[in-house]
T-cell receptor, first 116, second 112 residues
Framework: GAVVSQHPSRVICKSGTSVKIECRSLDFQATTMFWYRQFPKQSLMLMATSNEGSKATYEQGVEKDKFLINHASLTLSTLTVTSAHPEDSSFYIC????????????FGSGTRLTVV | QKEVEQNSGPLSVPEGAIASLNCTYSDRGSQSFFWYRQYSGKSPELIMSIYSNGDKEDGRFTAQLNKASQYVSLLIRDSQPSDSATYLCAVNHDQAGTALIFGKGTTLSVSS
């Protein structure tokens, strides 16, 4: 079946450093990738939408200079959290439409980011 | 503001019972409706999708959609302890391609 491989699964970084999260579609082309953030006991909140070959679209309240998104190819989208702070600690999940039956969405396995 | 509302629970049912999970949405233009199951620390996994009014059954799961009432539900028959998880309702505007909007999820606990 369709797979979106997300790495790393867990990362701990120091405050002020940057962290890159990668999502690769393994057996289908993901022209679009959605990036979500989930705080404990909260829902998945859409942060941004990346499209291959164009600039990402950010949701209201999400700092585009802090959360850099690059969709370099039809199989790779990356999210870089720049100058991370403890409040950025969260569970980040990518999702691509298609690659599944019934207009489904394929989710990455998520990245648990902890900023210390 | 497009919103998806769910009762956060927890919803507790004994093993073998029927669990009923409910969801309402604000955007009348919504076209596609999904139920996901999420275990703690894991990514959501698709349980059911539904696009038309009425019921859709898949094994122990039945999704029900009422677009006039902007309401979608999930019934789990013969609940098992392994069904204990958070169930997320998700909605999008088009049948394909646009981002899903998620509810906060309902935590289900099935006791043996």
């Amino acid at each position: 079946g369709a797979v979106v491989s997300q790495h790393p699964s867990r990362v701990i970084c120091k405050s002020g450093t940057s962290v890159k999260i990668e999502c690769r579609s393994l057996d289908f082309q993901a022209t679009t990738m959605f990036w979500y953030r989930q705080f404990p006991k909260q829902s998945l909140m859409l942060m941004a939408t990346s499209n291959e070959g164009s600039k990402a679209t950010y949701e209201q309240g999400v700092e585009k200079d802090k959360f850099l998104i690059n969709h370099a190819s039809l199989t790779l989208s990356t999210l870089t959290v720049t100058s991370a702070h403890p409040e950025d600690s969260s569970f980040y999940i990518c999702s691509a439409p298609g690659g599944a039956a019934n207009y489904g969405y394929t989710f990455g396995s998520g990245t648990r980011l902890t900023v210390v | 503001q497009k919103e998806v509302e769910q009762n956060s629970g927890p919803l507790s049912v004994p093993e073998g019972a029927i669990a009923s999970l409910n969801c309402t949405y604000s955007d009348r233009g919504s076209q596609s409706f999904f139920w996901y199951r999420q275990y703690s620390g894991k990514s959501p996994e698709l349980i059911m999708s539904i696009y038309s009014n009425g019921d859709k059954e898949d094994g122990r799961f039945t999704a029900q959609l009422n677009k006039a009432s902007q309401y979608v539900s999930l019934l789990i028959r013969d609940s098992q302890p392994s069904d204990s998880a958070t169930y997320l309702c998700a909605v999008n505007h088009d049948q394909a391609g646009t981002a899903l909007i998620f509810g906060k999820g309902t935590t289900l606990s099935v006791s043996s």
